[in-house]
C-alpha cells in the first residue's frame, strides 16, 4: 500500500471500506463526497461554511479555471488555495471533459483539444502537458490526467478511440512536473464495452498512479449502464489504492458503489423538490423533517419559496445549505455503519429505491408546477 492510502475499516460482506487518504493539505477521510467548486467556489457557501460542515475536500475545474480568471492570475496569488481561501484538500479535474461537452467548438486530435473559449471565443489547445501543466501551477493536491470522455451512446469504433487516446495522454501526464505532494489520478475509459474497459484499466495501472477514477459513466445513460461500467472496471484496480467514480453522487447510487469498493465521489445533479413549486406556497414545515441544518432549524418551506420568488439570494443559500449538510449527514451514516460493521443494515435501507432520485435534496430551477 502506498504511504497516502490506508485502509482503516473492511466491511466482511462487501468490498465497502473506510480510508485514509493523505493530501498536502490534510488527511481526507473515505469514503467522501466532494462538493464541485468548479469557478473556485461553491455557488452560494463561503469556505468557513463549508469547513464549519467539515467537508474536507472540494472540486476545481481546470478548464473553467484556465478560462477566467486565468491560471496566470491564481498562480501570481499565490495558487488556488489561497486564492479561494481554502486550507484543506482540494482536487481538480483536467477540464477533458468541459471541453469535449463544446462539440461545436472543438476539434479532437491524437496530441490533444483545439477548442473555443465559451466566455470569448478565443482558440486554445489542451494536450496532456497543458493539463497537467495549469494543475500544478494551480497547486491542487490530486490532479487528473487527460482523458477523453466518449458521449453516450457511441459505437464501439468511436470507443476504442478515445480509449487510445486516453491511454497515451495517461502516459504523458504521469510523467509531468507536480507541485509539492501533488497526486495524480488516472481515468478509466471506454464507455458501456467491457473489453475497452479492461484494457483501460489494464493499461493505467501498469503505468503506477496515486489513485484511480472510473469516468465516461453518469453521461446520459440508465443506473443500470452507469452500474455496469462500475462493475466493468473497479476490479481491475489495485484494492489498495483510491477509487473515484466520477459524476456519481445520489445517496443510492453512492451506496451501491460503496459496496462495491468506491471511494470517492462528486456531483452536479440538481435535487428532487423543485423549492419554487405552487404546493409550498403555505407550507409551514422544514424543508425536512428532523434535519438539524440551520435552514430546516430556523425557516419553513413557504419563507424559502418566497425568497426564492423575490430572487433574494438568502434562498439560494438556505437550500444550498440544506442540501450539503444532508450529504454530508448521509457520508457521516455511511462511514460510520463500515467502521461499526452495520454496513450490510445500512446498506439494506437503499435497497429497491429508484436511483433516479435523492431523498430530500431540493432544486430552485424553474418547473411547470411554479407559480409567480
Known amino acids: 500500500m502506498k504511504a497516502h492510502f490506508e485502509i482503516t475499516h473492511r466491511d466482511p460482506g462487501s468490498q465497502a471500506r473506510c480510508g485514509r487518504l493523505l493530501t498536502a493539505h490534510g488527511v481526507v ?8 467548486g468548479t469557478q473556485a467556489t461553491v455557488k452560494a457557501m463561503t469556505p468557513a461554511e463549508l469547513q464549519e460542515l467539515d467537508f474536507p475536500i472540494l472540486l476545481g475545474n481546470t478548464y473553467h479555471l484556465q478560462a477566467r480568471p486565468g491560471v496566470d492570475l491564481i498562480a501570481e496569488l499565490g495558487g488556488l488555495h489561497r486564492f479561494m481561501g481554502w486550507d484543506r484538500a482540494l482536487l ?23 477548442f473555443q473559449s465559451h466566455i470569448d471565443g478565443a482558440r486554445h489547445f489542451l494536450g496532456p502537458r497543458e493539463a497537467m501543466d495549469i494543475q500544478r501551477r494551480l497547486g491542487a493536491d490530486i490532479a487528473m490526467a487527460l482523458d477523453e470522455c466518449a458521449p453516450y451512446p457511441c459505437d464501439a469504433d468511436y470507443a476504442c478511440q478515445a480509449v487510445n487516446r486516453t491511454l497515451n495522454w495517461a502516459d ?14 488516472g481515468i478509466v475509459q471506454g464507455s458501456v464495452y467491457a473489453d475497452l474497459r479492461a484494457r483501460c484499466a489494464a493499461e493505467l495501472v501498469r503505468m503506477d498512479f496515486d489513485g484511480y ?13 452507469i452500474f455496469k461500467g462500475l462493475a466493468d472496471s473497479v476490479e481491475l484496480l489495485p484494492a489498495d489504492q483510491p477509487r473515484y467514480l466520477m459524476g456519481v453522487g445520489l445517496f443510492g447510487q453512492m451506496v451501491e458503489a460503496v459496496a462495491r469498493g468506491v471511494d470517492m465521489f462528486d456531483c452536479v445533479r440538481t435535487g428532487r423538490f423543485p423549492a419554487k413549486a405552487a404546493l409550498y406556497k403555505d407550507d409551514p414545515r422544514p424543508l425536512e423533517a428532523d434535519c438539524g441544518c440551520y435552514a430546516c432549524r430556523t425557516f419553513s418551506r413557504a419563507y424559502v419559496r418566497h425568497l426564492l420568488h423575490a430572487d433574494e439570494i438568502l434562498g439560494l443559500r438556505l437550500l444550498t445549505l440544506h442540501n450539503l449538510y444532508r450529504f454530508r449527514a448521509f457520508i457521516g451514516e455511511l462511514q460510520a455503519a463500515i467502521r461499526a460493521g452495520t454496513f450490510d443494515r445500512f446498506h439494506a435501507q437503499y435497497r429497491g429505491v429508484d436511483l433516479e432520485e435523492d431523498p430530500q435534496t431540493w432544486t430552485w430551477k424553474e418547473g411547470a408546477d411554479d407559480e409567480h
Open 213 to 225: 477514477a472510473i469516468g465516461g459513466v453518469s453521461v446520459g445513460e440508465s443506473s443500470a449502464l
Open 172 to 185: 504523458v501526464c504521469v510523467r509531468q512536473p507536480r507541485a509539492a505532494g501533488q497526486l495524480v489520478f
Open 92 to 114: 481538480t479535474d483536467s477540464g477533458g471533459y468541459q471541453v469535449m461537452s463544446l462539440a461545436k467548438l472543438r476539434r479532437i486530435t491524437d496530441a490533444g483539444v483545439e
Open 29 to 36: 477521510d473515505t469514503p467522501v463526497f466532494m462538493p464541485v
